[in-house]
């Protein structure tokens, strides 16, 4: 952006950013107790990563549209808003539905739903940092979402714990298997992730456009197939940085949806020795699995904040290798670990790849694309998530079967080795220098 655009206080960075704690608390619910719910109403191990197909699929098919179509509004509410707003109330709608789910589709259709609508959200989110933005505030504001991120999921994994540490019983159950306490974390969600966006909306107001931007947007071409041919064109002419950013971030979201899918039958199997998706012992893992993500997760948030002044001193890149790098350490070693309070060794590895991720690719990209194709690209960026996550849901459940053993904590492991993988890639990233 220009540099006529006010420098905003760490104050107001903050409060822009409040809304990523209701997005992400919904983002953390599903890392945390989508493959329980799945496993409750009657899923195979081998059928979940194409169970979360919903997650690729509507990034893959919203988040471009979207932050194209944000890039082209001009609406008295704003150029980013009226998406956050929609996004958010559909999203706490099927946060409040989901833990009522009856049966197996019925808890995968509501997770479309939910995918779709914190997608909704997500890119013209991005881009409304970028747009309000200095160049010199742009890590501090991608580091401080970041940041958000690390603490809405250690709520949002730590909140069935909290519940039973509270007095409700572990293992109080509905008709279909799910936990009262899952239920009342997911209300929690819903009402965060409408309440925290509107924070963020009326505390920090997107500024008018300027009569130059409006004229822009009136020349541009409009309808679903002016948006799709936007999207067609920058992606030919994408930059060489944001072409090398996809094949780290290939190997990097192949191995996230690896971890999230498979940690809590991995700890199942490795700290209670079940299978068994209906006994005490899986329960306590799931608990055991909220707990470290928390961990990890304030682990990222701290270091989100602690990582702004070394990303603008050595680079974002070179951070984020460092964070991969001990993050896949960290994976490779949860399969030896054989007491739950050693787990939290590993978790700190995790969450330095966590916080990296949510911040460090984002500072990269800002210093590589043109301003005014801001919304368009987010959202292809957001491409290079969902694309990796499909082909991780297409390919996982026979490399499980006849490469992995059948054995959750080897897919753990496995996802370890590609972050490594991911972390030598970023080293071949090539940022262009920002503009003195």
Known sequence: MNASLPLLSPRQIVQMNVGFLGLQFSFGLQQSNMSPIYSYLGAEES?????????????????????????RTDSRWGRRTPYFLIGAILCSLALLAMPYSSALWMAAA?????????????????????DRLQPQQHAQGFLTQSAFTGLAQTLSYLAP???????????????????DITRISFLIGAVLSAGTILYSVLTVRELPLTEAQRAEIRARRHGLGATLREIRD?????????????????????????????????LARQLFDTSDSNS??????????????????????????????????????????LCLTAAGLGMLAIPSVADRWWLLLPMVGVGLGWGSMMGNPYVMLAGSIPPQRTGVYMGIFNMMIVIPMLIQSATLGWIYEHFL????????????????CAAVATLFVKVPPAPP
């Open 47 to 71: 059928a979940l990563p194409l169970l979360y197909l919903a997650g690729p699929v509507t990034g893959l098919l919203v988040q471009p549209i979207v932050g194209a179509m944000s890039d």
């Open 110 to 130: 509501l997770l479309w739903i939910l995918d779709a609508a914190n997608n909704i959200t997500m890119e013209p989110y991005r881009a409304y940092v970028s």
């Open 161 to 179: 714990s909290l519940l039973v540490w509270l007095g409700m019983n572990r293992d109080a159950v509905d008709a279909n298997g799910i936990p």
């Open 234 to 266: 920058a992606i030919v002419e994408m930059p060489t940085a944001m072409r090398q950013l996809a094949v780290m971030k290939l190997f990097q979201w192949y191995a996230m949806m690896c971890y999230w899918q498979y940690i809590v039958h991995a």
């Open 280 to 321: 005490a012992g899986f329960r306590e893992a799931v608990l055991v699995n909220g707990q470290a993500g928390a961990f990890y997760n304030l682990v990222a948030c701290v270091a989100a904040f602690a990582m702004v002044p070394f990303t603008r001193r050595f680079g974002a890149g070179r951070m984020h290798a």
């Open 405 to 420: 053993g059948h054995d959750p904590r080897q897919v753990v492991a496995f996802a370890g080795g590609l972050l490594l």
